[in-house]
């Protein structure tokens, strides 16, 4: 076994980012055995650290992306500040930040500084739109770049409006990409010796992540409808009403629609000429949802799932949040840990020969390790 922590155990980071998109991409290196400095203003800290919902008055939406990471409060504008600063910055291998685009230069940290500073750093930034184009001044939160990117418009129903994806996708998927641009350029720091600066914009970000709005926009020049729980290029691939619950069923080939068929009793559909394919399939979706549902109506969805599921089609039941979390399966995928005496998300990153401990090391309170940090520092 690797007695190490972590692949990146000994990498020194620099957090100088707050509320979700830039602590969600440094937890990601902190969990993989980095050591991760989260510099705060002043005064409250992190935005999110007065944000609810709270257990034993510390907020769950700041503790679970700041787990096990160190607190200072600096002040970027105090000569003294600075100092200490800097002195970090000479031994850190990465500075993370997600302020907008300039306010870092203004306060004397420009990229050019940092790689006067320590040539071997790497200078991680994250924003609403980046570092270039018409827009990379604006300020940006999850909605405002779910409602910019086009994933608003295209997620719901087709009789309904627009509806902001139920998590906030675009700060989570900036943030992983964060974690991964920085990889990249310590692996490519091996090769060069010389640092980086990583540019992520949660524009860019979820604009990649529309997959098949982009697909359909690209084929036809034309805006993409709501599908509602359907996939537009796949049938049958929706969400079914049975007796009492509804279920997910997928078939994403002919075989496992014959498959289906057969489960639910419905041979006379795969000779169908409307379902022979998948295109037809797709082009008559609506009729055979209503002959599909027809069927799963007459019994619960337990019997449903358990012969569906002895057929080899992908199926599954619709589940809360609550059942989700208490699932059998996370917890043998240790993706319910406790930090800080208090339960949250685990790490989905699994490397063989290193430890995924249970039990980690909570949230720092504000400043925490402000004494220590400046002594090792010379503030």
Known sequence: MNSLKGPFDGLLVIDLTHVLNGPFGTQLLCDAGARVIKVERPEHGDDTRIYGPFIHDQSLYYSFVNRGKESIVLDLKDKQDQTVFCNMLKKADVLAENYRPGVLEKLGFSWEKLQEINPRLIYASSSGFGHT????????????????????????????PPVRVGTSISDLCAGVYLFAG???????????????????????????????????????????????????????????????????????????????????????????????????????????????????????????LERIHKAGVPVAPLLTVAQAVEHPQTRARNMMIEAGGIRMPGNPVKISGYPDPHIRAGAAGLNEHGEKIRAEFGG
């Open 133 to 160: 184009g018409p827009l990379k001044d604006l300020p940006a939160y999850d909605t405002i770049i779910q409602a910019m990117s086009g994933i608003m418009m295209e997620t719901g129903f087709p009789d309904g």
């Open 182 to 304: 920085i990889a990249s350029a310590l692996y490519g720091r091996e090769k060069t010796g010389r640092g980086a600066h990583v540019d992520i914009a949660m524009f860019d970000a979820t604009l990649s992540f529309l997959e098949h709005g982009l697909m359909a926009y690209i084929a036809t020049g034309q805006s993409p409808g709501r599908s509602g729980n359907r996939h537009p290029y796949m049938a049958p691939f929706d969400v079914f009403n049975t007796q009492d619950n509804p279920i997910a069923v997928c078939c994403g080939n002919d075989t496992l629609f014959i498959s289906l068929c057969e489960s639910l009793q419905l041979t006379p559909l795969i000779t169908d000429p409307r379902f022979i394919s998948n295109e037809m399939r797709v082009r008559n979706q609506a009729g055979l949802k209503l002959i599909l549902e027809s069927r799963l109506k007459t019994q619960p969805s337990s019997y449903w």
